[in-house]
């Protein structure tokens, strides 16, 4: 089998858009000290209800151009399935 090699960076977050929004989260709640994880999470809760409510600022963060693009050329039947 022939495939086509391709090079790519060590470190490219454009391929792992999740990292920017964990990038966010974890800047909303560092420098604080919490007794469990359960506190930790609880913090947490309020930070993800709001990104929930906010769906545009999910897709600044994780919306790459390049998928944004990509999006836009499925074919119409196609099904977006959102969590």
Known sequence: MDAPR??????????NPVKRFFRELRRAIKGRVYPDLQA???????????????PERVRQLCGWTWIRKALTKLPANT????A
């Open 6 to 15: 391709v090079v790519q960076s060590a470190y490219a977050p454009e391929l």
């Open 40 to 54: 930790k999470q609880a913090a947490l809760e309020p930070i993800l209800q709001a990104w929930q409510a906010d």
């Open 79 to 82: 099904q977006v399935i959102q």
